[in-house]
């Protein structure tokens, strides 16, 4: 199994997960964002032999969609109480977050037992449904009992 044939699976993308989830944010607010650190396993043939293939998440790179700088890490983030990984958008606007994933793999031939590293990695991407930013502002409002 070559990265090649590595990168040519269909590895299904992370997914994108936000907190809060409802679709709208504020500006100036952390935003949890955090995906999945599940392995996936998939069956191919290569040169006619069976092979089942483990691919593992090894980086996570996110991008908030406002031109900020991309942050990538190892860490796929953890939802609310405990999140790792926040992003704080600091004007109105239609936001999509991206996620890429890189994925290192290794392979068991059918009939052996022992499993194989793949040299290279395969990456999928993927981006979250549109994320409306709003600007809340405060004012002063006379006392009605006054």
Known sequence: MTAVDFQRLPL?????????????TLANMPNIVYTADASQTLR???LG???????????????????SEPLSTTDPGT?????TITHTYRAA???RIGLETQWSGEFLVDGFTN???ITGTATTRT???????????SHLVADPIS
């Open 12 to 24: 299904a993308p992370s997914v994108v997960n936000i907190q809060p989830p409802n679709g709208w």
């Open 44 to 46: 191919t043939t290569v």
């Open 79 to 83: 939802p609310y109480p405990n999140q």
């Open 93 to 95: 606007g239609v936001n």
């Open 115 to 117: 499993w194989i590293p």
């Open 49 to 67: 032999v069976g092979v089942t293939v483990r691919a593992t998440p090894a980086r996570f790179t996110w991008t908030f969609g406002d031109h």
């Open 127 to 137: 981006t979250s449904a549109p994320l409306t930013v709003y600007t809340a502002r």
